[in-house]
Nanobody
Framework: QVRLVESGGGLVEAGQSLTLSCVAS????????MAWFRQVPGKDREIIAR????????FYADSVKGRATVSRDNAKNLGWLQMQSLKSEDTGRYVC???????????????????WGQGTQVIVRA
């Protein structure tokens, strides 16, 4: 059974740090790109960070750039999102997803996310 399970969320004070984990099972992580998304009620889902499976390619949303580090260990089927200097606006449900990079007919590139976790809630108290 394919699963992604996140952990590490909780209630923290502004300025503190947090490390979120995502463990994959039922498939081999090393061929997939992993991303972390943040979901906030009433807002569009936002991609926070992305780490490519197969090349040195990292992405961070402007909202977390300089405060977040995404990493992975393919041998352990694990990924992490470390966040520092947390702000109240970082509050949300953090969901990891894995997928593949696509090259479309028009030459544009994107990602299609094949598997999603249930997420872990992060609440940052100002």
């Amino acid at each position: 059974q394919v699963r992604l399970v996140e952990s590490g969320g909780g209630l923290v004070e502004a300025g503190q740090s947090l490390t979120l984990s995502c463990v994959a099972s039922g498939f081999t992580l090393d061929i997939f790109t992993m991303a972390w998304f943040r979901q906030v009620p009433g807002k569009d889902r936002e991609i926070i960070a992305r780490i490519h499976c197969c090349k040195d390619d990292l992405f961070y949303a402007d909202s977390v750039k300089g405060r977040a580090t995404v990493s992975r260990d393919n041998a352990k089927n694990l990924g992490w999102l470390q966040m520092q200097s947390l702000k109240s606006e970082d509050t949300g449900r953090y969901v990891c997803a894995v997928g593949v990079e696509m090259i479309y007919q028009n030459g544009s590139r994107g990602y299609e996310w094949d598997y999603w976790g249930q997420g872990t809630q992060v609440i940052v108290r100002a």
